[in-house]
Each structure stands twice: as structure tokens, then as C-alpha cells.
């Protein structure tokens, strides 16, 4: 099966083998990646045109992925002060703010971080589940033409890979990180997204205006950064159009540094979508570790959610 790999998707095993000589983490996870659910294509895409974005450099390379090495061990540092403490090291976004994003600024959102998600969307098996859902359950749209938000864009990734399938659509992206509207430049670039099908707002959320609707939300991994969750969803369901979808994925029980608001379990976080008055299409419910695989609905053990959401 490995030297299938290595053949037919190099810089996807490079980059494999990377990780695992890297860290003990990807040593026992990558053999369960790599399975036949597993889209080797879109590994080696991934891979290829983070190497073309590093300038074809290896050094630059292996320091971009490193920065999945790095969250990973963030993640699992912090997740073990999270089992100790029953809560998020912040609770509000001020101290988030003056904690963390104005002392370690670019750092914090910055390329490492932007970098780490990148590869995590190849890497993380839970990531990788949620792009396969995008691809194949929401991106599968007859309409020619509309518009699609991505909020917060983050990498760009998964509004880029809306347009590389839907090119006559108008696309918006908006974060609140200068970098992560630069990175989600490059990664565009890369991918020859022409610069008239989209636009890159570096804008808080709760700042952007509400005259435009959407056919399209994305939304990945934004509600457990915020104080009100339950505000953002109603938020996106006046910016959706009647007939639009929302592709939602929200942390639970995850910490990361600048987690604010805590899921215990999914069942908080449909909560939140029906009290906003979505309906849940599909869901995804996927456990962070191998041990809790056969009890995703339980309370307290890390969780990824994804869902596709329509209005009542
Ligand atoms: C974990 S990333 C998610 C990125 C991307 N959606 C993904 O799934 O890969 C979280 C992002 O939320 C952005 N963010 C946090 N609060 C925000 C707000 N109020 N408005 C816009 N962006 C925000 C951060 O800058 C960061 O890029």
C-alpha cells in the first residue's frame, strides 16, 4: 500500500513520512489515514501546491509543515489543561486579544498557525472527513451562477476549492487576521483563481454589513471563537438566501489558544442551529481520538462537528 503511495502520490508520502519521523502523533495516525476512504488525490494537491507556494524550497516547505507538527502538539498540550480545569484558558475575546493576538500578533494567526490548518485539511483525519463531505455533499450545486461567503476564510481553502468547481461564481471571504486574508491570497494565486471572481475583506464579522445575501455560507471552526455563538448564527441566516446552505464545522471540547466558547457536546451545538431556526441537512460527528470512536454524543471528550444546514 505504501509503495503504491509513494508512486503514484509523492509528495504526498514525502510529506507523510515527514510527519511521522516528526512526531510520535502522525507515527500512529498516518497508517490510519492513509485507508481506502482516503482522497489521495486531493493529499497530493494539497501537498504540491504548498510546495509550489513555498517557492519549490524544501527548507521552506518542511518549515510550512511544521506547522501542523506545531498546532498538533499546541492542541494536545492545551487539551490536557482543558481535562484538568473543565474550561477554555480564555472566556472572552478582550482577554484573547490582549493575551495573546496583540503580544504574539503574527505568530497567533500567523503563517505557522495559517500553515498548520493548510496541511491539516491532508493530515488530520477529522479535517480530511469534512473536506470530503464539502466536496461531495455541498459543493454539488446545478446553478451556474451565485454568490458565496466564506467566514473567516482563514487559509482560503475551502472557498478556493468552491470556485475551482464553480469559477462564474462571485466569492467573498472576510477574517479578521491580515494574514489570513494574505495567505488566503497566495493560495488563490496558486490555484489560478481569476482576481475578478472574488474578494478578500480583512473585517470582523460583526462589522460586516448585511445588505448582500448569500446562496453559499462556509463557515469552519468560527463559533467556538466567539463570546455568542447563537449571535453569529442568527447572523448567518439573515445573510442566506431562502433556498441557501450554510457548510458549518464547530470545535467541541477542542482547545486551541484562542477558544473562547465551550461545547460540551454536539448536541449543545444543534441546539444553537435550530434556536437560530436552521434545519440540519447532513451532519458529520466525528471523535478528535481513536479511543472515543463508538461515543461521539458524549459529553466532555473532544469532537468535530460538521453540518449542513438550510433554512426552515
Ligand atoms: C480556526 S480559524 C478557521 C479558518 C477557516 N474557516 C478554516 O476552517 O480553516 C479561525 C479564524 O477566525 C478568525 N476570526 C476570529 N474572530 C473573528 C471575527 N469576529 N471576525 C472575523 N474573523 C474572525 C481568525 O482570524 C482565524 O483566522
Redesign the pocket.
Known amino acids: 500500500m505504501l509503495q503504491d503511495i509513494e508512486i503514484k502520490f509523492p509528495m504526498l508520502f514525502k510529506t507523510a513520512t515527514y510527519l511521522q519521523n516528526k512526531m510520535g502523533f502522525f507515527k500512529d495516525s498516518i497508517p490510519r489515514l492513509f485507508d481506502e476512504d482516503f482522497n489521495y488525490e486531493l493529499g497530493e494537491r494539497i501537498c504540491k501546491t504548498g510546495f509550489e507556494m513555498s517557492g519549490e524550497e524544501w527548507n521552506q516547505y518542511y518549515k510550512h509543515v511544521d506547522g501542523l507538527a506545531n498546532m498538533s502538539l499546541e492542541f494536545l498540550k492545551l487539551q490536557v489543561k482543558l481535562e484538568k480545569t473543565g474550561k477554555y484558558l480564555y472566556s472572552s475575546?478582550k482577554e484573547v486579544e490582549e493575551n495573546e493576538y496583540s503580544k504574539n500578533g503574527l505568530e497567533m494567526?500567523g503563517p505557522d498557525y495559517?500553515w498548520g490548518?493548510y496541511f491539516s485539511?491532508a493530515f488530520w483525519k477529522i479535517h480530511h472527513n469534512f473536506v470530503k463531505l464539502f466536496l461531495r455533499d455541498f459543493i454539488t450545486i446545478t446553478k451556474e451562477k451565485g454568490a458565496v461567503l466564506?467566514?473567516?476564510?482563514?487559509?482560503g481553502?475551502?472557498l478556493c476549492e468552491f470556485l475551482k468547481k464553480h469559477p462564474k461564481w462571485n466569492a467573498t471571504g472576510?477574517?479578521?487576521?491580515d494574514t489570513?486574508i494574505s495567505f488566503s491570497h497566495i493560495l488563490f494565486k496558486a490555484n489560478e483563481i481569476p482576481q475578478n471572481s472574488y474578494r478578500l475583506l480583512k473585517?470582523?464579522?460583526?462589522e460586516?454589513g448585511e445588505a448582500e445575501k448569500f446562496d453559499r455560507i462556509?463557515?469552519?471552526?468560527?463559533l467556538e471563537?466567539?463570546e455568542d455563538p447563537l449571535d453569529a448564527l442568527k447572523k448567518f441566516y439573515r445573510l442566506l438566501k431562502n433556498d441557501g446552505r450554510v457548510f458549518i464545522?464547530v470545535a467541541v471540547w477542542a482547545a486551541?489558544i484562542?477558544h473562547i466558547f465551550l461545547y460540551n457536546n454536539a448536541e449543545e451545538v444543534r441546539n444553537h442551529i435550530r434556536e437560530a431556526r436552521f434545519s440540519i441537512e447532513k451532519e458529520l460527528v466525528q471523535t478528535v481520538f481513536e479511543k472515543d470512536k463508538s461515543e461521539p454524543e458524549k459529553s466532555k471528550i473532544p469532537v468535530s462537528y460538521a453540518a449542513i444546514l438550510s433554512k426552515n
Do not use: K, R, S
Open positions: 475575546f494567526e495559517l490548518l485539511e466564506e467566514i473567516p476564510c482563514g487559509t481553502f475551502f472576510v477574517d479578521l487576521a489570513a473585517t470582523n464579522f460583526f460586516f462556509l463557515c469552519g471552526e468560527f471563537h466567539l464545522t486551541h484562542d
